[in-house]
């Protein structure tokens, strides 16, 4: 899951939470509802989107795609602690048999969102995949094989109510994860106690996932199974204790060949705009031309860089008289409660196709200095409606109807657009692409515990820099010094440099140790990488009164993920 954040004093920054590295069992940062929640009332939105103007609606379908989705469920699934062994306590999950050409196509994917039900204790259980392979009649095939650590001694080591990872517990090298961290994020989310998995992950011919084979890069025809551990935060012991399981099983059948050219799919928008105050905006001239523009940089954003772009729009407004207010200056902690109640009031043919994009007015952080620009659900969301995943949220901090004050119509120059304007754009993005599947690059170290990567060879590993005692900074110039990008031993600053003909200064100004950046060698190809999905936030700066930004925002390998992507039709 990724945040945008931004402090009161004004400066932006990018803050991510991905995996559970440490589970505090006892006073977790969100306490995940085992309880249904009620759905949301919505109506049907007064602001109607000018899709010629924004560049979205078919113009980026394939037209090649088809999704089928069906549930399966297990009532007797049988509940391990977090530090339990697990051997012997898995549930098997048939999914059936599918044959590659008519059910997958040439780029097809299967997603599967599994949900615990009925849990019989307080609390809840996440739904860890332990196994996903497919036996093709002359072999199996394994997309998912974790170590025999995990089914000896557990995935977690716990003590006095705080755990953390039993490094011998793993993903197999060679299966369709980057390893541990990646694994874990999938399956111990930061909201509610779904979980969403997706195959393929990796791809061998553009080198995705060091060591990803072959024959984890498309589905092959076979029958299908999937494993999971019901893993209880309850506490107390859940010996024979069982719970129920609903797996939603999302097949994407594509029959045309991804990044054959500028139309890669589109993904279309459920827009809730949440409080009295956003939705009187966006009835105004001013929030409606803003709207319109905002969306038109997302949806630029995504087809210049991998062409994907917005479908269609649908409208909700959730306003004071229905309950809004209470959500549109939410505390963090209370996110999964909007997302399950909002995405239920949605069309119920949108799930899976359609994402529920929430614009509040503010999101805190438990009584920090800062408020959260963006935030999605989870990094690849759910394909179903009303899980506490089921969303991305944006502050808009009631700015809908300011922004852009010399604009006069929805065609306005980018040139004189705010720039916290082009900023809510970006996180957008940045946070749509959180939701189909990518990661940060890198994540902050936090002391001696190992940095995570995104694993993928295109993207750099960003190397946090020391600042002082065990605090580290993770910023763009971490990324840009990098000697890792696309295997290159030269790095985008001595590759820009070189370009510009200067040295020791290039990407940002005077060679000073700030994020500002100076030249953005477009066409370098160690700077080719995925700028979008930065720990922090773009760079942007305005010179001549023109707006220079970084160039090529979503790396090729990330575009891969993406497009396997259920929403992506």
Same mark, same amino acid.
């Given at each position: 899951?990724?945040?945008?954040?931004?402090?009161?004093?004004?400066?932006?920054?990018?803050?991510?939470?991905?995996?559970?590295?440490?589970?505090?069992?006892?006073?977790?940062?969100?306490?995940?509802?085992?309880?249904?929640?009620?759905?949301?009332?919505?109506?049907?939105?007064?602001?109607?989107?000018?899709?010629?103007?924004?560049?979205?609606?078919?113009?980026? %379908?394939?037209?090649?795609?088809?999704?089928?989705?069906?549930? =399966?469920?297990?009532?007797?699934?049988?509940?391990?602690?977090?530090?339990?062994?697990?051997?012997?306590?898995?549930?098997?999950?048939?999914?059936?048999?599918?044959?590659?050409?008519?059910?997958?196509?040439?780029?097809?994917?299967?997603?599967?969102?599994?949900?615990?039900?009925?849990?019989?204790?307080?609390?809840?259980?996440?739904?860890?995949?332990?196994?996903?392979?497919?036996?093709?009649?002359?072999?199996?095939?394994?997309?998912?094989?974790?170590?025999?650590?995990?089914?000896?001694?557990?995935?977690?080591?716990?003590?006095?109510?705080?755990?953390?990872?039993?490094?011998?517990?793993?993903?197999?090298?060679?299966?369709?994860?980057?390893?541990?961290? $990646?694994? $874990?994020?999938?399956?111990?989310?930061?909201?509610?106690?779904?979980?969403?998995?997706?195959?393929?992950?990796?791809?061998?011919?553009?080198?995705?996932?060091?060591?990803?084979?072959?024959?984890? #890069?498309?589905?092959? %025809?076979?029958?299908?199974?999937?494993?999971?551990?019901?893993?209880?935060? %309850?506490?107390?012991?859940?010996?024979?204790?069982?719970?129920?399981?609903?797996?939603?099983?999302?097949?994407?059948?594509?029959?045309?060949?991804?990044?054959?050219?500028?139309?890669?799919?589109?993904?279309?928008?459920?827009?809730? =705009?949440?409080?009295?105050?956003?939705?009187?905006?966006?009835?105004?001239?001013?929030?409606?031309?803003?709207?319109?523009?905002?969306?038109?940089?997302?949806?630029?954003?995504?087809?210049?860089?991998?062409?994907?772009?917005?479908?269609?729009?649908?409208?909700?407004?959730?306003?004071?008289?229905?309950?809004?207010?209470?959500?549109?200056?939410?505390?963090?902690?209370?996110?999964?409660?909007?997302?399950?109640?909002?995405?239920?009031?949605?069309?119920?043919?949108?799930?899976?196709?359609?994402?529920?994009?929430?614009?509040? #007015?503010?999101?805190?952080?438990?009584?920090?200095?800062?408020?959260?620009?963006?935030?999605?659900?989870?990094?690849?969301?759910?394909?179903?409606?009303?899980?506490? #995943?089921?969303?991305?949220?944006?502050? #808009?901090?009631?700015?809908?109807?300011?922004?852009?004050?010399?604009?006069?119509?929805?065609?306005?120059?980018?040139?004189?657009?705010?720039?916290?304007?082009?900023?809510?754009?970006?996180?957008?993005?940045?946070?749509?692409?959180?939701?189909?599947?990518?990661?940060?690059?890198?994540?902050?170290?936090?002391?001696?515990?190992?940095?995570?990567?995104?694993?993928?060879?295109?993207?750099?590993?960003?190397?946090?820099?020391?600042?002082?005692?065990?605090?580290?900074?993770?910023?763009?110039?971490?990324?840009?010094?990098?000697?890792?990008?696309?295997?290159?031993?030269?790095?985008?600053?001595?590759?820009?440099?070189?370009?510009?003909?200067?040295?020791?200064?290039?990407?940002?100004?005077?060679?000073?140790?700030?994020?500002?950046?100076?030249?953005?060698?477009?066409?370098?190809?160690?700077?080719?990488?995925?700028?979008?999905?930065?720990?922090?936030?773009?760079?942007?700066?305005?010179?001549?009164?023109?707006?220079?930004?970084?160039?090529?925002?979503?790396?090729?390998?990330?575009?891969?993920?993406?497009?396997?992507?259920?929403?992506?039709?």
């Amino acid at each position: 899951m990724g945040l945008r954040l931004r402090e009161k004093i004004g400066i932006i920054l990018l803050f991510g939470l991905t995996a559970c590295g440490v589970v505090d069992q006892a006073n977790q940062a969100v306490n995940p509802l085992s309880t249904p929640v009620p759905a949301a009332k919505l109506v049907t939105g007064a602001w109607m989107p000018d899709q010629t103007a924004i560049g979205s609606g078919s113009s980026n %379908s394939k037209g090649t795609t088809a999704l089928t989705t069906f549930t =399966l469920s297990a009532s007797n699934a049988p509940l391990v602690r977090f530090n339990d062994p697990w051997s012997g306590n898995t549930t098997l999950v048939d999914l059936g048999n599918f044959t590659a050409s008519s059910d997958f196509g040439m780029n097809g994917s299967i997603t599967l969102v599994a949900e615990t039900v009925n849990y019989p204790l307080s609390g809840g259980a996440y739904p860890v995949l332990a196994s996903f392979y497919v036996d093709t009649g002359s072999g199996t095939i394994e997309f998912v094989n974790t170590s025999d650590a995990c089914s000896s001694a557990g995935m977690w080591t716990c003590n006095g109510g705080n755990c953390t990872a039993n490094a011998a517990c793993t993903v197999q090298t060679g299966t369709s994860f980057g390893g541990r961290e $990646d694994w $874990d994020q999938h399956q111990v989310p930061p909201f509610g106690y779904s979980t969403t998995n997706a195959f393929p992950r990796c791809d061998s011919s553009v080198g995705s996932w060091t060591g990803c084979p072959a024959n984890l #890069s498309s589905l092959p %025809s076979g029958h299908y199974y999937a494993k999971y551990v019901m893993m209880s935060d %309850s506490g107390s012991s859940v010996a024979s204790t069982t719970t129920g399981l609903k797996v939603t099983v999302s097949i994407k059948k594509d029959t045309a060949a991804r990044n054959t050219g500028s139309t890669n799919g589109s993904v279309d928008v459920n827009l809730i =705009l949440v409080g009295d105050q956003n939705v009187n905006d966006s009835h105004s001239a001013a929030g409606a031309r803003n709207l319109d523009m905002l969306f038109k940089e997302v949806n630029s954003i995504l087809t210049t860089n991998v062409g994907i772009g917005i479908g269609a729009f649908t409208v909700y407004d959730w306003s004071d008289a229905n309950g809004g207010n209470q959500y549109s200056n939410v505390d963090y902690s209370d996110l999964g409660i909007l997302f399950s109640a909002g995405s239920q009031a949605v069309t119920a043919a949108s799930a899976g196709k359609a994402l529920n994009i929430f614009i509040v #007015s503010d999101i805190a952080y438990s009584g920090a200095s800062f408020t959260i620009l963006g935030l999605s659900g989870g990094i690849l969301g759910p394909t179903v409606n009303g899980t506490q #995943s089921s969303g991305l949220a944006f502050s #808009s901090n009631d700015d809908l109807a300011v922004f852009n004050a010399t604009c006069s119509d929805n065609t306005c120059s980018r040139n004189n657009q705010d720039a916290s304007f082009l900023e809510m754009a970006a996180t957008i993005a940045h946070e749509m692409g959180h939701f189909l599947g990518l990661n940060h690059p890198s994540e902050s170290k936090v002391g001696t515990s190992p940095q995570q990567n995104d694993q993928l060879n295109d993207t750099p590993t960003c190397l946090a820099r020391l600042t002082s005692g065990s605090s580290y900074t993770l910023d763009q110039r971490a990324c840009y010094q990098d000697s890792t990008i696309q295997s290159s031993s030269a790095t985008c600053q001595s590759a820009c440099d070189a370009a510009i003909g200067v040295g020791g200064q290039g990407y940002f100004n005077s060679g000073n140790n700030t994020s500002t950046p100076d030249n953005f060698c477009k066409t370098v190809t160690q700077c080719q990488f995925n700028h979008l999905m930065w720990y922090t936030t773009k760079n942007r700066l305005k010179m001549s009164g023109v707006w220079h930004e970084d160039g090529n925002l979503i790396s090729p390998e990330s575009s891969v993920l993406m497009q396997w992507d259920a929403f992506v039709r």
